[in-house]
């Protein structure tokens, strides 16, 4: 029963150092999404998936890459961290399955990560 | 682009009142909605999703309202309890593109016992 896993769930960087969040996901999912939440500014969307193979650039996407090599896998990358990203990022999955109106996302409990 | 307002930002209120959370959205074009709580250093717990063609949801002692046309949700707790206390988010997933959640930015709530 394990939902939407994200490790690690903690984690200090130092500026320039780089690094990857992974995202798992056992509802066999086809949408995958990166949300990072800041305090006055709620959660943004950072990069999304539709399906394997695919990605797709959300609200906020600089200084982000990410990819979906595996359905069940979405993996956020830091190539050369910032204090600006100092966050806590959540990932979340959702069907495609129809009524999409009755298909909730579905979040993992978030990665904190400061950037010092 | 969709917005997301919740108001109030921060409510304190005695354990045992009933109370109303506030949630008003700018585009109509939703597949739905969904309430979530949020504990201090914790992840998001959906409490209640309401389809686009639902006016209302229930759960306990919650229930949480939607109108569509006007933008606007409720979420209804009846007798509070100190356990209540917590940060509630609404969000809509909408129909274009990501059909990502866009979030309101919370209503802190407190409990008084």
């Known amino acids: 029963n394990a939902g939407v896993t994200q490790t690690p769930k903690f984690r200090v960087l130092k500026t320039g150092q780089s690094m990857t969040l992974l995202c798992a996901q056992d509802m066999n999912h086809e949408y995958m999404y990166w949300y990072r939440q800041d305090p006055g500014m709620g959660l943004r969307l950072i990069h999304y998936?539709?399906?394997?193979?695919?990605?797709a650039k959300g609200e906020v996407p600089d200084g982000y890459n990410v990819s979906r090599l595996k359905k069940q896998n979405f993996l956020l990358g830091l190539e050369s961290a910032a204090p600006s990203q100092t966050s806590v990022y959540f990932c979340a999955s959702s069907s495609a399955g129809a009524p999409r109106g009755n298909q909730p996302q579905h979040f993992g409990d978030g990665t904190r990560l400061s950037i010092l | 682009k969709q917005e997301v307002t919740q108001i109030p930002a921060a409510l304190s209120v005695p354990e045992g009142e009933n109370l109303v959370l506030n949630c008003s959205f700018t585009?109509?074009?939703?597949?739905?909605l969904q309430w979530f709580r949020q504990d201090p250093g914790k992840g998001l717990t959906s409490l209640l999703l309401?389809?686009?063609?639902?006016r209302e949801q229930t759960s306990g002692r919650l229930n949480a309202s939607l109108d569509k046309s006007s933008g606007r949700s409720t979420l209804y707790i009846a007798a509070s309890q100190p356990g209540d206390s917590a940060t509630y988010l609404c969000?809509?997933?909408?129909?274009?593109?990501?059909?990502?959640?866009?979030f309101g930015q919370g209503t802190r709530l407190t409990i008084n016992p």
């Open positions: 998936s539709v399906g394997e193979g695919t990605t």
């Open positions: 585009d109509s074009a939703i597949y739905n």
């Open positions: 309401i389809q686009s063609s639902q």
């Open positions: 969000a809509v997933r909408e129909v274009q593109g990501a059909q990502k959640l866009v």
